[in-house]
């Protein structure tokens, strides 16, 4: 996928402008930092989980971990990581551009609570090259009203 997917859903709000594109790699927390010029827990990381009925994506920041015990307790299932394959079928995106805007019907949002330190983060747009500035009102509202949860340590 390209960013093409996620400007046209970000149209809804006249934000298709504000998505970056890059020269160079942002597919990781540490590039994304540095073509932004911002703290890598700013990065606010898209991670694609199995799920009984498809898959999970818990978009947290750049500097937290799944905490397993809480993963389980809220979803029921073990935290297991999407294959790179699945990821793309899955979610519509590949490894290294998997945002939380328009993902595939299977695919369930959820903004975990470590986000929540920040005022504005940077999410993937699609692309192993591109992000867009957010308040935490925009991200929950362009990811569909995705619900907060708490299934990560920072």
């Known amino acids: ?3 093409d997917r996620v400007r046209a859903h970000l149209a809804r709000w006249g934000a298709q402008d504000r998505v970056r594109e890059f020269p160079v790699s942002s597919a ?3 590039l994304a930092a ?3 010029g911002c703290e890598p827990r700013r990065i606010a990381k898209t991670l694609s989980f199995y799920a009984e009925d498809g898959c999970v994506l818990v978009v947290a920041a750049g500097d937290a971990r799944v905490d397993n ?3 389980k307790a809220q979803f029921g299932t073990k935290a297991r990581m999407l294959s790179p394959g699945d990821a793309e079928r899955l979610t ?3 490894v290294g551009g998997v945002c939380p805007f328009a993902v595939n019907g299977g695919a369930r949002v959820y903004l975990d609570a470590s986000l929540r330190r920040f005022e504005t983060v940077f999410p993937a ?3 192993a090259n591109s992000a867009i500035e957010l308040t935490l009102d925009e991200l929950s ?3 569909a ?3 907060w949860v708490d299934v990560c340590r920072y």
Request: net charge positive; glycine share 8%.
């Open 145 to 147: 009203d995705a619900p």
């Open 1 to 3: 996928m390209s960013t």
């Open 92 to 94: 519509g995106y590949r």
């Open 141 to 143: 509202r362009f990811a």
């Open 34 to 36: 540095q073509a932004l």
């Open 69 to 71: 015990q809480k993963f």
């Open 28 to 30: 990781t927390v540490e």
């Open 125 to 127: 747009c699609g692309s």
